[in-house]
């Protein structure tokens, strides 16, 4: 990730009973637009280019543009965090752009009025390093959990694939190893860790639900609340090139087969259902209503996260 820009907070959107605030710690140019989402032909990208430029990709040197982001909400008088970033001071041998990484997302977060005590659940939506690294920080040395009185909800089957018992993801990547030793067993030791399988509900208004392939437990969280809907999908789209055609997967899919039917049937439901689509990576706007075309969906209206003046 070169020519690193960070980003303000965006102004939150009220969904129901529910408040939405979006944080975003890094956005930019990240890597080649079929490096990022391998199956996607160039022509999907260019016909596309008005509106995918410059929010989403970069022609003139055909790199896709993403963001690290998490999602606040607001809900039945708790705060809920959705991811928490890369984290800071990191060894991400495998992963250059976020090796040693320093950011500001406790300082995003507290320009969005929230505290790290003040953070009642963590929801991490799969046990990737952009996804949980924030879930501790370096106290005298040792990572301890950064938010201290929340439980921290984590996909069992991530936990187990990625811990111990996998053989930290089967020992095919040192970062697995890395990731799961600094951002989750040091929560699983605080006794914040709660695992679930299945669905799990979090209150009136928040359900998670799996959505496996990215990862063996990726998750998405559902939110309903007064004729409004949302699905906070993760990792299950990196690019709007994936609404237009969701058999394209990106690189860091694990199941491609398994990921490209599970993104295909929650973007059924977000259509039929008019769920905002909240991914975890989309530069821009960030989150997005989608319609039925065809055989595949199309992007009908982003949803009102304009930049903080």
């Not at 020519?3 to 930019?28: A, F, H, K, S, Y």
């Not at 040693?100 to 963590?122: K, M, T």
């Not at 439980?151 to 991530?158: E, M």
Request: proline letters at 7%.
């Amino acid at each position: 990730m070169n020519n690193e820009t960070q980003n303000e907070n965006t102004p939150g959107i009220q969904l129901g009973d529910v408040e939405v605030i979006r944080v975003v710690e890094w956005q930019g140019a990240f890597i080649p637009a079929r490096g990022l989402v391998p199956d996607s032909p160039e022509r999907l990208w260019k016909d596309n280019e008005d509106w995918l430029a410059p929010d989403h990709w970069h022609p003139e040197d055909d790199t896709a543009v993403a963001a690290l982001q998490s999602w606040v909400l607001r809900s039945g008088g708790r705060t809920v965090l959705v991811d928490t970033g890369v984290g800071n001071g990191r060894e991400r041998p495998g992963s250059p752009q976020f090796h040693h990484w320093q950011g500001d997302f406790l300082g995003s977060l507290a320009r969005a009025g929230v505290r790290p005590e003040d953070v009642d659940l963590v929801v991490n939506t799969h046990v990737h390093g952009d996804h949980v690294g924030w879930n501790t920080r370096d106290v005298d040395g040792e990572w301890a959990p950064t938010f201290p009185n929340a439980q921290y909800l984590v996909p069992a089957a991530d936990d187990f694939h990625f811990g111990p018992r996998g053989g930290y993801g089967g020992g095919a990547r040192e970062d697995d190893r890395l990731i799961y030793e600094d951002s989750i067993a040091p929560v699983h030791r605080a006794g914040q860790v709660v695992l679930w399988d299945g669905a799990h509900r979090i209150d009136e208004h928040l359900t998670l639900e799996t959505a496996p392939g990215h990862t063996p437990g990726s998750s998405v969280l559902r939110l309903d609340s007064g004729g409004e809907r949302a699905v906070f999908v993760g990792d299950l789209l990196h690019s709007p090139v994936q609404i237009l055609d969701p058999s394209c997967n990106s690189c860091f899919c694990m199941d491609p087969r398994q990921a490209a039917a599970t993104r295909r049937r929650i973007l059924g439901r977000a259509a039929a259902e008019r769920e905002l689509v909240v991914p975890a990576h989309f530069g821009g706007s960030g989150a997005v209503e989608v319609r039925e075309d065809g055989p595949d969906f199309a992007l009908t209206r982003w949803a009102p996260f304009g930049p903080r003046g």
